[in-house]
């Protein structure tokens, strides 16, 4: 088996607004898959029907081979971790009591948890806020927190929705060598992100989602040849095709 996930015929609409339709998928298993596209276009609203957060209308979805429905889905979720874009924490816990309540669901061996979270903490710049109140915390400490959980439970299958929005330069470098490693060790990441300078080098495939669908899919060949002559942005806005405002649509500023 191939693929971490394979999506098909997937439908989903908020009311009578189609989110996603017809949608097809596949992230190849080890991948660090980015899913970009404009705002609104359905990212968040696909990585919540894939973590189960979110029901779906139609499709199958298969992830690491079960496909997703009642009868599969805790086993799915063991085998699955996502920060979510606003990251879901326990807001009156300390962080130090969330990050063992997580590695109580998952059993983290008890022996080399406290290890494993000390070092996560020390190296992602938390370890000062590791005895606060999760809802005192920063934006990006928060978001920080969410990350380590969701290392903590050790996923076959990493979700992150926007893991770099308010994180500071010296961390994302940090995260992405933890992603460098996860993969080394067979984890399928599915990143999407805004920041097409992260995306461009950390991803290995990279999907377009717009008009309810993927209209792209760069995997290495596609995008070695398609970025000898553009950057990853140049190569978005050529697919997005964005209207431009009219001439001095800004004039009374
Ligand atoms: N709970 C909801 N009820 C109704 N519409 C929703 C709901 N959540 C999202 N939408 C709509 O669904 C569409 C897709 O939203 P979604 O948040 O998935 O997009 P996104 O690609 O993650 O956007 P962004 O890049 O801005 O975070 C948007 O038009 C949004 O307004």
Redesign the pocket.
Known sequence: MEEAIQIEGLQKS??N?A?LQNFELAVPRGNIFGLI??????????I?ILTGLLDYDEGEIIINGRELNEQNELMIKREVASVL?PPLLFEHFTSHDFLHYICDIYETDPETRQQKMDSLLEYLGLTEFEHAKINKLSAGSRKKLSFCAAILSDPKILFL??PFESIDVISIGRMKTILNRLQQNGVTIII?S?ILEIVENLCDDIAI?HNQKIIAYLDSETRKELQKDASLSEIFENYVQVEQPKNDVLKWL
């Open positions: 908020y009311g607004t989110v596209g404009p705002n609104g276009a359905g990212k968040s609203t696909l919540g874009q929705d926007e999407t805004h989602l």
